[in-house]
């Protein structure tokens, strides 16, 4: 066991330099860049660097060196300023070293435009993002379960029949489409106000007791949390309906019937071990789905500053240094999500063992 989880860690390694060398030229290459963008911006009668070019070494204009000087074109010193101020006056293959040298220690820089740097940005989102998805995931995994071996248990019932049409009701209706009626109905739209309406906590926060701060956190997150799930239990309820109909029709469970087991301790000593390695299987994708992808128009209704918000702007700002580091933890807590995924394996069927493979 040890020694396959040493392999799986050493080969995360490998997997992050090659994730991050091809997304770092192809995002390189890519047209449009930010010195691209702060010359587009001059060029359209900005005037002022400051508000433009980074925060540190900005460049000082005088009226002797003029930024735009019309027909003329940009001055090249201020074009050649604004190339080392975003770091693009090296080499590609220089600015690619130096990008893996800083990220081995988690060293993302500083953004562009944001006037932090990346790793406290990222620090400050990614709780936001957390949350979101465990609450998210944890709900959709307490309904979807029960509710699918239910459906497996009664399967061709009317409770069946009518639990199938609110779940493909519900995975119909999109999530941001949800959130927008939720706000409408419980957040100080036209009827009531209970919910606060944006943020994940109150700006008081600081002043409340532990039990205020708790009380306060799951005020905040229980609309964005319940615009997610509602969404999001439709696919993993069918899944666990199918895979204990599976396993329900197979002759281990007949040779337990027969044996005088209830149909209770059938269902969850034998039917359920088996069952479940499918459902496990959809974690992490399930809840990194939930935190990168569908939580992005949620924390964008919700006034919510998460990763996904973080990683979207920065594609629109070619933000590279945000770019780069929230898809450097991206796929660093995909490869850890997975390698405990695969220890939850072992843990429930001791049958199976990756090391031996």
Request: glycine share 8%; charged share 15%.
């Amino acid at each position: 066991m040890l020694g396959y989880i040493i392999r799986r860690l050493l080969l995360i390694i490998p997997t992050l330099l090659a994730i991050l060398t091809l997304n770092f030229f192809v995002v390189q290459i890519a047209p449009g860049g930010p010195v691209d963008q702060a010359i587009a911006m001059i060029e359209m009668g900005i005037d002022s660097s400051q508000n433009i070019l980074p925060n540190s070494e900005r460049v000082v204009i005088s009226n002797e060196n003029q930024l735009y000087r019309g027909s003329r074109g940009l001055d090249p010193q201020i074009i050649a300023a604004i190339e080392k101020q975003y770091g693009f006056d090296k080499p590609i293959w220089q600015r690619y070293i130096d990008t893996v040298k800083n990220y081995i220690f988690f060293d993302f820089g500083n953004s562009f435009f944001k006037s932090d740097s990346v790793i406290n940005l990222i620090a400050k989102c990614l709780p936001v993002s957390i949350s979101l998805g465990l609450w998210t995931t944890l709900l959709v995994y307490l309904i979807s379960i029960p509710l699918g071996i239910r459906k497996a248990v009664k399967d061709g019932s009317s409770f069946d029949f009518w639990s199938s049409v609110i779940i493909i009701v519900g995975y119909a209706v999109p999530a941001f489409l949800l959130a927008i009626l939720l706000i409408v109905l419980f957040a100080g739209g036209n009827y009531w106000d209970i919910f606060p309406l944006r943020g994940l906590v109150s700006s008081e926060f600081e002043q409340f007791d532990i039990w205020g701060k708790i009380k306060d956190y799951f005020w905040h997150i229980c609309l964005p949390t319940l615009a997610m799930v509602i969404g999001g239990f439709a696919s993993l309820t069918m899944l666990t309906k199918n895979a204990f109909l599976d396993e329900i029709n197979k002759q281990y469970v007949i040779t337990a019937r027969s044996k005088g087991l209830s149909e209770r301790q059938t269902l969850y000593r034998h039917v359920f071990r088996n069952a479940t390695l499918l459902i496990i299987s959809g974690f992490p994708a399930a809840f990194i789905g939930i935190i990168f992808t569908e939580s992005l128009l949620i924390e964008v209704i919700f006034s919510l500053h998460g990763l996904g918000l973080l990683g979207y702007e920065a594609i629109i700002q070619r933000d590279y240094p945000i770019i780069f580091g929230t898809l450097y933890i991206f796929t660093l807590i995909v490869l850890v999500t997975k390698l405990i995924t695969d220890l939850t394996y072992m843990l429930i069927d001791p049958r199976i063992d990756f090391e031996a493979r």
